[in-house]
């Protein structure tokens, strides 16, 4: 079992820069892969990107990967995901995942346990 809490979200101008943190309990000693997805009404989960924990090797989605940096401090079982040069497109409700697959796994249903989400607002 692994509890997950997301924060850092917030308002912030195009072009700007955000750190999300995702806060790791439970078994956190066990090898997961764990993700950043995002999602916004209407439409179903975007992988964004997923890292080993703890190993470390990570994947980003297309879309982000020269943007969006996945890491993780297992010393204090915290996942991160910073953002730079954010776009409006980016606005979304960001929930960090994990599961039990590969690092380039990116459907939401191989991911287990969920945290409750964080909203990134964008404004142009």
């Known amino acids: 079992q692994v509890h997950l809490s997301e924060s850092g979200g917030g308002l912030v101008q195009a072009g700007g820069s955000l750190r999300l943190s995702c806060a790791v309990s439970?078994?956190?000693?066990?090898?997961?892969?764990m993700a950043w997805f995002r999602q916004t009404p209407g439409k179903e989960r975007e992988f964004v990107a997923a890292?080993?924990?703890?190993?470390?090797?990570?994947y980003h989605a297309d879309s982000v990967k020269d943007r969006f940096t996945i890491s993780r401090d297992t010393d204090i079982n915290i996942l991160y995901l910073q953002m730079e040069r954010l776009k409006p497109d980016d606005t979304a409700v960001y929930s960090c995942?994990?599961?039990?697959?590969?690092?380039?796994?990116?459907?939401?249903?191989?991911?287990?346990?969920w945290g409750q989400g964080t909203q990134v607002t964008v404004s142009s």
């Open positions: 995942a994990a599961g039990t697959g590969l690092v380039h796994t990116t459907t939401p249903i191989a991911y287990t346990f």
């Open positions: 439970g078994h956190t000693t066990r090898r997961y892969v």
């Open positions: 890292i080993e924990w703890p190993g470390g090797n990570t």
